[in-house]
């Protein structure tokens, strides 16, 4: 039997190191890592999805993206032959933001976002993964937000925040937190629910992906 090929892609200044404990059976699966690259100047994001699309060399293969991946991969399904799509701690349509989103593009307030500070590791983990964060575990988080060009991190708040995609696919699969703090649950219909799920439960939850992912991918 051939094995499917599963390209995952990490959330907005994360590196593909996010995903080393996740583990799919490599006997039906063979895994590849996708990596943010330095967007052009004003690069829409359906340009860049495109660009991104280069890098899936198999027809036939499941994507899987991650918070801002996840919205990356639903941008590049035009551009490739993909069997599933797959989406984690991520939204649908700009209709599943939490209105600190709406907020924000109504009022521009994202363009004051101070991005060159997050040259400082501790503002960009308390931005990307909620001011919970703990600091006994930025070392943790050091590792895996490699991404802090502030042209790349300007233009991912910019893209995020004004997603037009106002219409969900339904062939989208959906797995979210139901303690989601960046996409509260409230907010989203269709998903598959983890329960104690957070932003980060690619991290902490690796054992429930682990078991359920397979399962989930090779599902009719």
Same mark, same amino acid.
């Given at each position: ?5 599963? @390209? ?15 583990? #799919? ?11 943010? %690259? ?9 340009? @860049? ?34 069997? +599933? ?11 599943? %933001?939490?209105?600190? %989103? ?9 363009? #004051? ?15 990307? %993964?909620?001011?919970?964060?703990? +600091? ?50 409230? @907010? ?16 902490? +939850? @690796? ?14």
């Amino acid at each position: 039997m051939s094995k499917i090929h599963v @390209y995952f892609m990490p959330g907005m200044a994360a590196s593909s190191t996010i995903f080393e404990r996740i583990q #799919l059976p490599e006997d039906q699966f063979e895994t590849h890592l996708l990596e943010w %690259f330095i967007p052009e100047k004003n690069q829409s994001l359906t340009s @860049y999805a495109k660009k991104m699309a280069e890098n899936i060399h198999h027809e036939n293969c499941i994507l899987i993206g991650v918070s801002f991946g996840g919205i990356l991969v639903q941008e590049m399904k035009p551009f490739v032959k993909a069997k +599933k799509i797959v989406i984690i701690s991520s939204v649908k349509s700009n209709v599943e %933001f939490p209105k600190r %989103f709406k907020i924000a593009k109504t009022t521009k307030a994202y363009k #004051l976002m101070p991005t060159k500070l997050f040259e400082n590791i501790e503002l960009l983990t308390k931005f990307s %993964f909620g001011s919970s964060i703990v +600091k006994q575990r930025l070392a943790l988080y050091e590792k895996f937000l490699a991404v802090r060009d502030k042209r790349y991190l300007d233009w991912a708040i910019e893209q995020i925040i004004n997603w037009e995609r106002t219409e969900i696919d339904n062939e989208i699969i959906h797995i979210h937190g139901d303690a989601d703090e960046v996409f509260p649950p409230k @907010y989203i219909n269709d998903f598959i629910p983890v329960k104690g799920g957070t932003h980060i439960m690619i991290l902490s +939850k @690796y054992k429930w992906l682990n078991e359920n992912l397979p399962k989930i991918l090779l599902g009719d």
